[in-house]
């Protein structure tokens, strides 16, 4: 794992701050944990900062109980945030909660809504996919909207024009990756029609305003890259993240674990007894992040990458 944080040093000259960024809609399971163990394991052997993020812009979805749950599940492991700490959670609004940081969204979307490039959009899902069949895995927007001139607000959805341009980055797990954004995804939505910010806009908005400089996160989420290094160009970053896509557990059929899926919650683990060192021993050896064989507690983490 040494040749992860050279490809990082290599590229990142300032010390690293990461982020944890679970969404509270459901429990942690052993996904979670993989991504919990590259992000403290890496960041630490870097000398960074990890901060703990929840990811709660979409409203319908979230639930207190389960942000109380990620928060106890990470006390248990011992996975304690440096920045965005669970007693800040517990103690009530915080900047690290996106449901508390609407103000930094509202000031992000002004700065694009003066550059011509923001536009309101009422097409559904359905009305896209009626208008073009889609050839990519996800849905991508055609740009009717962009010169109907709708108020880019509540009923309506609010979109960013995107360049047709390649975005080129150096991922340090996968190596060098090329996206174009408006060929995968087309011109991409801020806020939904019901008042949501999205995950790409909060999340590109969060990692600048909270001076993230290195994203730890699953493969499923590398096609999101190209698009978030975009927009953050748009809101005038010069030095985008150094992105870090790490692989995914898989059961046996090859399909990843979600927790909308079938695998088990960390807290059922810990339920039938075990302990954090055996369910951090785990996920890092599903992962095959560690040999067979090799136990691991919370803080031979960095161990693992160094
Ligand atoms: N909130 C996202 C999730 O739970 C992670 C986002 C990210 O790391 O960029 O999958």
Redesign the pocket.
């Known amino acids: 794992m040494r040749d992860v944080i050279e490809g990082i040093t290599a590229q990142l000259d300032r010390v690293p701050l990461s ?1 944890f ?3 509270p809609t459901g429990y942690l399971h052993l996904g ?1 944990l993989v ?1 919990a163990i590259c992000t403290w394991g890496i960041t630490h052997a870097l000398g960074g900062k990890v901060i703990l993020r929840l ?1 709660d812009h979409d409203r319908g979805r979230c639930r207190p109980e389960y942000e109380a749950a990620i928060l106890e599940d990470l006390e248990w492991l011992g996975l304690l945030p440096d920045i965005g700490t669970v007693e800040a959670f517990r103690a009530g609004a915080t900047r690290y909660r996106q449901r508390d940081n609407a103000a930094a969204y509202d000031s992000a979307l002004a700065q694009l809504m003066a550059t011509d490039h923001v536009y309101g959009c009422d097409c559904s899902r359905k009305t896209i996919l009626a208008r073009a069949p889609q050839t990519n895995d996800e849905l991508c927007y055609d740009g009717f909207c962009r010169d109907r001139a709708l108020p880019a607000e509540v009923p309506h959805g609010t979109r960013m024009w995107l360049p047709s341009k390649p975005i080129h980055f150096d991922d340090a797990w996968r190596g060098p990756q090329t996206q174009t954004p408006a060929e995968q995804c087309g011109d991409i939505l801020l806020r939904d029609r019901h008042g949501n910010w999205t ?1 790409h806009f909060a ?1 590109t908005v969060d990692d600048l305003d909270q001076g993230v400089n290195l ?1 730890i ?2 493969e499923d ?1 590398l096609a ?1 890259t190209g698009r978030q290094i975009l927009l953050s160009e748009r809101l005038g970053r010069v030095d985008p993240p150094v992105y870090l896509h790490h692989p995914l557990i898989t059961d046996p059929a090859g399909r990843k674990l979600s927790k909308r899926d079938f695998d088990k919650a960390l807290r059922d683990y810990r339920a039938e007894g075990a302990s954090p060192e055996e369910v951090l021993t785990l996920a890092a050896q599903q992962a095959g992040l560690i040999e067979a064989g090799r136990r691991i507690d919370v803080g031979e983490l960095p161990g693992i990458f160094a």
């Open positions: 982020r960024a679970p969404s979670h991504n990811e995950y999340v994203v996160r699953g989420l999101s």
